[in-house]
T-cell receptor
Framework: DAKTTQPPSMDCAEGRAANLPCNHS???????VYWYRQIHSQGPQYIIH???NNETNEMASLIITEDRKSSTLILPHATLRDTAVYYC?????????????FGKGTSLLVTP | DVKVTQSSRYLVKRTGEKVFLECVQD?????MFWYRQDPGLGLRLIYF???????EKGDIPEGYSVSREKKERFSLILESASTNQTSMYLC?????????FGEGSRLTVL
């Protein structure tokens, strides 16, 4: 699996957009980018994933650069409840015999 | 809603005890996973299973074993608990990168 690099921590003001970067310069053509987050004292929660096109759902948007070597998770209007650790993971999708490797992620603090 | 349920949120055990952590999913997934999480180390994969009676070692399997007798249940076993196994244990089920996690079991070994 391709290695990912994320900043250890970020701050964001409530109501502003939170842009969380992830570098995955060794990504291969069939690997997807997945984002999860973990709110304190809870299990991680799936947010979004993509291959090369930008993706959007009710939680966030995912922007993947054209060369696929980096991506950005965007929370358009951050709230205090978005304070969490955000994990960027690169993986080949498979229905069996696989596991996701979580790194240390980015700790996002949303402030009032 | 999909659901992964871990049997105990908090456990306190003594060194040398045998510990069972139970996880049940109602999603009919083949894949289930056990992770542990420690401050500064992130989530680390202990074991996973992609079918009944099948198991694969993760990154840190030493001191642990697992059991998958039924599709919906995946148990983590500490044969002889040690203080360095004090941790948060997280069970997950899912496929193609979309994992659903339980709430976690915080184990303290004295």
């Amino acid at each position: 699996d391709a290695k990912t690099t994320q900043p250890p921590s970020m701050d964001c003001a409530e109501g502003r957009a939170a842009n969380l970067p992830c570098n995955h310069s060794t990504i291969s053509g069939n690997e997807y980018v997945y984002w999860y987050r973990q709110i304190h004292s809870q299990g991680p929660q799936y947010i979004i994933h993509g291959l090369k096109n930008n993706e959007t759902n009710e939680m966030a948007s995912l922007i993947i650069t054209e060369d696929r070597k980096s991506s950005t998770l965007i929370l358009p209007h951050a709230t205090l409840r978005d304070t969490a650790v955000y994990y960027c993971i690169v993986r080949v999708p498979s229905n069996s015999g696989y596991a996701l490797n979580f790194g240390k992620g980015t700790s996002l603090l949303v402030t009032p | 809603d999909v659901k992964v349920t871990q049997s105990s949120r908090y456990l306190v055990k003594r060194t040398g005890e045998k510990v069972f952590l139970e996880c049940v999913q109602d999603m009919d997934h083949e894949n289930m996973f056990w992770y542990r999480q420690d401050p500064g180390l992130g989530l680390r994969l202990i074991y996973f299973s992609y079918d009944v009676k099948m198991k694969e070692k993760g990154d840190i399997p030493e001191g642990y074993s697992v059991s998958r007798e039924k599709k919906e249940r995946f148990s983590l076993i500490l044969e002889s608990a040690s203080t360095n196994q004090t941790s948060m244990y997280l069970c997950a089920g899912g496929w193609v990168g979309e994992l659903f996690f339980g709430e976690g079991s915080r184990l303290t070994v004295l």
